[in-house]
Nanobody
Framework: QVQLVESGGGSVQAGGSLRLSCAASTYTFSSHCMGWFRQTPGKEREGVAVIYTTGGTIDYADSVKGRFTISQETTKNTLTLSLQMNSLKPEDTGMYYC????????????????WGQGTQVTVSS
């Protein structure tokens, strides 16, 4: 069982930056993909960025390319997933979720079986 705990959300003005972190406890290497998703009321959860835990392939939503950077740091039994968000826009506002998958790696929420509780990001104009 993978447990995911996000932190780092908050409120910022447009053009500002935030860094989200996700601590994956009881990390198992069966979760070969980690990702960030976001959701706003009334909308489906959308993929923001995903990364293979072995490194290498990364994918971003078109709306965040060039502004967001996903990264990970792995120790013996834990993984910390980060999302550096720069040049934030009001449309980036939402609840951001960290997720883990052992069946695939794409910006598709249905592939991810493990989810954190979410952290709120609010960008004001």
């Amino acid at each position: 069982q993978v447990q995911l705990v996000e932190s780092g959300g908050g409120s910022v003005q447009a053009g500002g930056s935030l860094r989200l972190s996700c601590a994956a406890s009881t990390y198992t290497f069966s979760s070969h993909c980690m990702g960030w998703f976001r959701q706003t009321p009334g909308k489906e959860r959308e993929g923001v960025a995903v990364i293979y835990t072995t490194g290498g392939t990364i994918d971003y939503a078109d709306s965040v390319k060039g502004r967001f950077t996903i990264s990970q740091e792995t120790t013996k039994n834990t993984l910390t997933l980060s999302l550096q968000m720069n040049s934030l826009k009001p449309e980036d506002t939402g609840m951001y979720y960290c997720a883990a998958s052992n069946v695939g790696c794409a910006l598709i929420a249905g592939l991810f079986g493990y989810w954190g509780q979410g952290t709120q990001v609010t960008v004001s104009s």
